[in-house]
């Protein structure tokens, strides 16, 4: 029985690969490609661990923290979210910690709602989508990158018209917002 060795073909074929930076949180490669039409390239792909975030939300309200990101140089709100800098698989567990690390908050319940990607033209991260509901209020376990960090709950509704307006800039945040009023949790 004959195949067609075209049908199965990659779009772009590795030719070969090679590691430019790497720390305890990234790591960058350089990879020499050939497109399904002949023509080589380069593609350079950052490799970072997926990540969970968490919206908690409680009778009309939706914490957010806020803490300064240093490569836009300012202060941002958005939900929860953060990653091991070691191998995990377990998502759940990332975002109980997470949630717990940056708000206090404990969850009762933790309901996942979906996985995307951040930016896949160019990063190979994705992030998994949690729902945390029946809060308990504890203390937070800030991390030294962390410093600065403040949580706050808002009115689902004034969240939403800070999306609307632009004030709430954070493009995860915004994904997630998204997809929890589609599903109708939000």
Request: charged share 25%; proline share 4%.
């Amino acid at each position: 029985m004959s195949q067609d060795s075209t049908a199965h073909s990659p779009e772009i074929t590795t030719l070969e690969s090679r590691e430019i930076y790497a720390n305890r949180w990234m790591r960058l490669r350089e990879d020499s490609i050939r497109r399904a039409d002949g023509q080589e390239g380069i593609y350079s792909v950052v490799e970072k661990p997926d990540f969970a975030v968490i919206a908690a939300v409680q009778d009309g309200l939706i914490y957010l923290v806020e803490q300064y990101r240093y490569p836009v140089a300012g202060r941002h709100w958005e939900l929860p979210q953060g990653t091991w800098d070691k191998d995990e698989s377990d998502p759940l567990g990332l975002a109980r910690a997470e949630l717990q690390e940056e708000t206090g908050l404990r969850a009762g319940q933790m309901q996942w709602v979906g996985h995307l990607y951040l930016a896949y033209g160019f990063c190979t991260q994705a992030y998994d989508l949690f729902l945390a509901t029946d809060l308990s209020q504890g203390p937070q376990a800030l991390e030294p990158e962390e410093q600065g960090l403040i949580c706050r709950p808002f009115a689902i509704e004034t969240v939403l018209e800070q999306v609307r307006t632009g004030q709430l800039q954070d493009a995860t945040t915004v994904a997630a917002l998204g997809l929890l009023r589609l599903k109708g949790l939000i």
